[in-house]
């Protein structure tokens, strides 16, 4: 039930853009994104509503397809600060459920 | 800010002891969530609370069960620890279906 993400870790250059995607197999109102540090609690980046509504960080865009239920994160002139794991949840109802998550790492 | 304090950093049992987690949001959220986290399973969801006294397993809620006997507070119980239950594990609360805020996290080892 938890969502896939693709790819499950990406190696990047400063500056270089990366995409992360996220998929479900259930029906979902939201997608949330969020960017975990080591040893650290996550952070919330972006909420993607059902009928196009978005709530979440200026520099960072999504895109959530309501017919595929998927969605993607796009890091676009990626900074060091950008190294983390991204986890995608989707939510319905009450319930939020997490996938496996994407390590990001940027080297300088 | 919001503030979600979980009661313990770190946590060392022994099997078969009756453990508890507590969680505490001071937002007056209704939501409130327990998540465990392993190396390469990402962050999977035990239970959740929707309003005081009202509970919903999530996907893994074998072991476990919860208490939320007060809207700020969420518990997690384990009845009889068992190594397999070593992990990480996260609270988070959040209003409708807006962000989640999440505790610092309480790593527990069973030995």
């Known amino acids: 039930q938890q969502p896939v993400q693709s790819p499950q870790a990406v190696i990047l250059r400063e500056g270089e853009d990366a995409v992360i ?3 479900s197999s259930k029906a979902l109102y939201s997608v949330h994104w969020y960017r975990q540090k080591h040893g650290e609690a996550p952070v919330f980046l972006m909420i993607l509503l059902k009928g196009g509504e ?12 309501e017919k595929k239920q998927q969605s993607s994160l796009y ?8 190294s983390g794991t991204y986890f995608c949840g989707g939510g319905s109802n009450y319930k939020l459920t997490f996938g496996k998550g994407t390590l990001l790492t940027v080297n300088p | 800010d919001v503030k979600v304090t979980q009661s313990s950093r770190y946590l060392v049992k022994r099997t ?3 453990v508890f987690l507590e969680c505490v949001q001071d937002m007056d959220h209704e939501n409130m969530f327990w998540y465990r986290q392993d190396p390469g ?3 999977r969801l035990i239970y959740f609370s929707y309003d005081v006294k009202m509970k919903e397993k999530g996907d893994i809620p074998e ?3 919860v208490s939320r006997e007060k809207k700020e507070r969420f518990s997690l119980i384990l009845e009889s620890a068992s190594t397999n239950q070593t992990s990480m594990y996260l609270c988070a609360s959040r209003v409708d279906q807006e962000k989640l805020f999440f505790g610092s996290g309480t790593q527990l080892s069973v030995l």
């Open chain 1, 21 to 23: 995607n996220c998929s």
């Open chain 2, 16 to 18: 078969g002891e009756k």
């Open chain 1, 54 to 65: 978005q709530k979440g960080h200026e520099k960072i865009s999504a895109s959530f397809n």
């Open chain 2, 63 to 65: 072991g476990y069960s």
């Open chain 1, 75 to 82: 890091l676009t002139a990626s900074q060091l600060s950008y």
């Open chain 2, 41 to 43: 399973l990402g962050l």
